[in-house]
């Protein structure tokens, strides 16, 4: 009878210290899937500047909602006069400098709708969430929500979020140290109910620009490198979608994979390598985008993502022809 | 930067900054490198002293970065700033990139001389199972094709990446410069 109280005891007092903390951990998870639900749904216009290292631009974005889906572009206001526009159909970088035109076709709703992050309950094996009380900015209250990686697979966030419409405000990425890797913070945003359709369109003249397009239609006459994936990932991500797909500048078709964790992702590229192609590997930060580049087998394996250059390199270093086993294993933490 | 400057990119940056005068601050912006310049130190510097526990920084941190903002145009970020290494592409790169169609080797570009500051730094972060192998610093010349390259992959990944992201990486992409870091490992051929 004692032991049973005591255990029931004990049972009442770890729900009550317990409860705090799960229900934080639930509350932030909502302001996270609150925020993603804004930034795809809301129409929104605003300046922010972006920082990084000891670089820092200004830069313009108009997101608007139609009844053919979302269009979204972004505009560098440091002269160069670049920018890029997301149709319901096609992605276009601007490049006025050089007078071309990259075009990348959108990735089809339904395939999409499986790849994208999504934050859910899986989450918290992997990132510990907090939310919080936050100063005013732009004139509207704050929740600030803490998105903290349990490994050094991934990079940590902490977002500024409006508390009446869950847009960020503010944004830090943070390495493995606490330290920034990159900022945005809006110094502008608006959030009407209507934006017009001629906001969201290009200001530069593209006549007689080189137009460069990828496409997903890969040719039969090309050697396809079919059927790659990693052997080896980090705890947490999963191969969320694969395709074959024409890249500009890209002789033959590459297969491109994605993987996830459920808020970060990676994309590995493999295409099928020459022999006047150089084989050290190497790698490149971007703002919090990292890219890793090797050859596997004779292809030219490349992985990009905004994690840590060492997730990168260890996805790309995995991938390798699919062989009999089902599923990649995963790196111990 | 005048105190009347410092004084504008304050208050915009509270959003307090009149309409005028917000128009006014961004096409000087768009005009001066080196208040765009001063501009990311005076954010980053804000961001830093109003964090919570001090996680941001480090001790002697908040000082530096307050001496930073400062300091002249040429002058660099302090030192726990440029631990991470400044990624981005090459403009004048990214562009040539553009304009060769001709494909030809792997990826990245890249500045040798960051590459071993940014190697120092992922080392110290590096995860157990994936040791990182000596030597480093491989000098190898970018090329057109490599920039262009690096451009299509990071755009084609963007449509599979959160808004959150997506954003970042667009960021990325437009505000390509020459601090690209390039990092080579010498390791063996994957199996």
């Given at each position: ?10 049972a009442?007092l770890?729900a009550?210290?317990?409860t ?15 925020m993603t639900?804004?930034?795809a749904?809301?129409n929104?216009?605003?300046?922010f ?7 820092s631009?200004t ?6 909602v ?15 006069g670049?920018?890029?526009?997301r149709?319901?159909?096609?992605v276009?970088?601007?490049?006025p400098?050089r ?6 076709p ?18 918290e ?6 939310i919080?009380?936050g100063q ?5 209250d704050?929740?600030v ?6 490994d050094?697979?991934r990079?940590?966030y ?8 869950g ?5 830090v990425?943070l ?9 945005i913070h809006f110094?502008?945003?608006e ?5 017009d359709?001629r906001e969201t ?5 593209a ?6 397009r ?7 006459a ?8 990693p052997?080896r ?9 694969s395709r074959m797909q ?15 964790d ?7 590229f493999?295409e ?5 192609q150089?084989?050290p590997?190497?790698?490149?930060s ?5 890219a ?5 087998h004779g292809h ?5 993502g ?20 089902p599923?990649p294993?995963e790196?111990s933490? | 930067?005048?105190e009347?400057i410092r004084?504008?990119?304050s208050?915009w ?11 006014l601050?961004?096409?000087?912006l ?7 310049g001063?501009?990311g ?5 804000g961001?830093?002293l ?33 631990e991470?290494?400044a990624?981005?592409?090459?403009r004048?790169l990214?562009g040539?990139?553009?304009a060769?169609a001709?494909?030809?080797v792997?990826v990245l570009?890249?500045r040798?001389?960051?590459g ?18 000596a030597?480093?610093?491989?000098r190898?010349s970018?090329t ?7 451009a ?10 959160s808004?959150l ?8 992409v437009l505000?390509?410069?020459?601090g ?12």
């Amino acid at each position: 009878m004692r032991r049973s109280s005591a255990m029931a005891t004990c049972a009442v007092l770890g729900a009550l210290l317990a409860t705090p903390a799960f229900a934080s951990q639930d509350e932030a998870r909502a302001w996270l899937e609150r925020m993603t639900e804004a930034l795809a749904t809301r129409n929104y216009e605003g300046l922010f500047t972006h920082t990084t290292g000891r670089q820092s631009e200004t830069m313009r974005i108009v997101h608007r909602v139609g009844r053919n889906g979302s269009t979204e572009r972004l505009v560098s206001l440091d002269g160069s006069g670049r920018e890029i526009v997301r149709t319901p159909s096609e992605v276009h970088v601007y490049l006025p400098d050089r007078r071309v035109v990259l075009v990348e076709p959108r990735t089809d709703s339904g395939s999409l709708a499986q790849a994208l992050p999504a934050p859910g309950p899986r989450l918290e094996a992997l990132y510990e969430l907090g939310i919080r009380d936050g100063q005013r900015l732009l004139g509207r209250d704050v929740r600030v929500l803490d998105v903290r990686p349990k490994d050094g697979y991934r990079y940590g966030y902490r977002l500024w979020l409006d508390e009446e419409s869950g847009m960020p405000l503010r944004s830090v990425v943070l390495n493995g140290h606490g330290r920034p890797v990159e900022l945005i913070h809006f110094t502008q945003l608006e959030l009407p109910r209507r934006i017009d359709a001629r906001e969201t369109e290009a200001s530069v003249d593209a006549t007689g620009y080189q137009w460069i397009r990828s496409s997903r239609r890969a040719s039969g006459a090309v050697d396809v490198p079919a059927g790659w994936r990693p052997m080896r990932t980090p705890p947490g991500f999963r191969v969320v979608a694969s395709r074959m797909q024409v890249m500009p500048g890209v002789p033959v078709p590459v297969q491109h994979l994605v993987l996830s964790d459920g808020f970060a992702s990676v994309s590995v590229f493999i295409e099928p390598g020459s022999a006047s192609q150089p084989s050290p590997p190497e790698s490149a930060s971007l703002g919090s985008a990292s890219a890793f580049s090797t050859r596997v087998h004779g292809h030219v394996v490349t992985a990009v993502g905004e994690v840590p250059l060492e997730t990168v390199r260890a996805i790309a270093t995995s991938v390798a022809p699919a062989g009999p086993e089902p599923a990649p294993a995963e790196i111990s933490r | 930067m005048t105190e009347q400057i410092r004084e504008q990119i304050s208050a915009w940056l509270d959003g307090e900054l009149r309409e005028d005068e917000t128009g006014l601050l961004v096409r000087r912006l768009e005009r001066d490198p080196a208040l765009r310049g001063a501009l990311g130190r005076f954010v980053l510097a804000g961001e830093v002293l109003r964090a919570p526990g001090g996680q941001l920084a480090s001790p002697g941190f908040a000082a530096r970065v307050s001496a930073a903002i400062g300091a002249g145009p040429g002058n660099e970020l302090p030192v726990a700033l440029r631990e991470k290494p400044a990624g981005r592409w090459s403009r004048p790169l990214l562009g040539a990139a553009v304009a060769a169609a001709s494909a030809v080797v792997a990826v990245l570009v890249l500045r040798p001389d960051a590459g071993e500051r940014n190697l120092a730094a992922q080392t110290a972060t590096a995860v157990q199972p994936v040791a990182l192998a000596a030597p480093l610093g491989q000098r190898s010349s970018p090329t057109p094709a490599r920039n262009q390259r690096l451009a299509g992959y990071l755009v084609a990944h963007s449509q599979y990446a959160s808004p959150l992201s997506r954003r970042s990486v667009w960021t990325g992409v437009l505000a390509a410069d020459p601090g690209i870091t390039r990092v080579a490992y010498d390791l063996a051929e994957a199996p």
